[in-house]
């Protein structure tokens, strides 16, 4: 094989190396968010309310899997709710309505984003009492050693280090 | 060092140790629970626990009746009925079919919804198992299912004669469960 010809192998390799990687690089980089709608059949045919549709369901906790939303979840139920999301939204029901709905199937576990009572309140003000306990601990620290500033020395020590010195 | 500052530095040096054995001693405590059956950290709580059921008109797998919420309700005027969503292939439904043959013997009605199930598998299921149920009802589009707020099978009920929802279990029905649940439950509700 001549040098020129091994060169331009090369180069077509690597050529396809790269168009490859762009191609996948794009795949990724264009994939939509995760919802498992698998079925196109799924989707309401008015855009508007399918994106309403999917902003309640991303809302919603899968009772199945629990740590992913209807919208993201393949299991059954998931497309049982998503259907009855979809089935109040064409009907014209609020967003409230419908999260009204499923709240009082499956209480307010169903929300992913629970909302603030007595029993969520730690939940949400953990990190304004984190930030609170911090700073007064920063504080305490600061005044104690603001107290521990050591006393000057009196004559005789000062006598006695220079006579060391 | 004064002897405060040392007692001091002790102290601060078992603070991990204690919140350490803190942790572990509320492990200990959720494990143990989880073994007994008393915490499961899966179950969510069903908020319909204490209201009236969904109505409901479903129909039977023949040859058993299908029956509606009013029915169920109508049939709980003596003693609560017991309702026991189901389904073949849902494993612990094999697993609490002789505590639901127990709670039959001790003259519980049983009322089952079968949930997505095809009747032949149904029947084919109850041959295998045992047939508790005085009616069963077939939930083929999993409305009535997603009514009750349920999210599996097997899940048990008590219904009242006001057609409340007086015991639930997320989950197969136990001897354990009929001795100290279901039981005194219906002989707090009977009238």
Known sequence: MKLSEFCLRIQKFFGSFFQKRTFFLLVFLSAPPAFAISDPREMLPNPQQEARAEAIGSQLRCLVCQNESIEESDADLARDLRAKVREQVKAGRSDAEVVAWMVARYGSFVRLRPPLTAATFLLYATPVLALLVGGFAAWVGRSRQAAHVPAPLTEAERARLAELS | ?191
């Open chain 2, 1 to 191: 060092m004064s002897g405060a500052g040392i007692a001091r530095r002790r102290l601060l040096m078992l603070a991990p140790l204690g919140v350490a054995a803190a942790g572990g001693a509320a492990f200990w405590t959720m494990l143990t629970r989880m073994q007994e059956g008393r915490f499961d950290p899966h179950d969510i709580g069903n908020p319909m626990l204490g209201k009236h059921i969904p109505d409901f008109d479903l129909p039977g797998v023949a040859p058993a009746q299908g029956f509606s919420a009013n029915q169920l309700i109508a049939a709980a005027r003596q003693q609560p009925v017991f309702l026991n969503f189901f389904a073949s292939w849902c494993i612990p439904c094999a697993s609490e079919a002789e505590s639901l043959a127990e709670l039959g013997k001790r003259g519980v009605q049983i009322w089952g919804i079968a949930y997505k199930d095809q009747p032949a598998k149904t029947n084919g299921f109850l041959d295998q198992y045992g047939n508790p149920y005085a009616k069963i009802a077939a939930d083929t589009t999993g409305n009535t299912f997603i009514n009750f707020g349920l999210y599996g099978v097997p899940e048990n009920f008590l219904i009242d004669a006001g057609g409340r929802i007086v015991w639930h279990i997320a989950g197969p029905l136990s001897d354990q469960a009929i001795d100290q649940q279901v039981m005194p439950t219906i002989a707090k509700f009977k009238s």
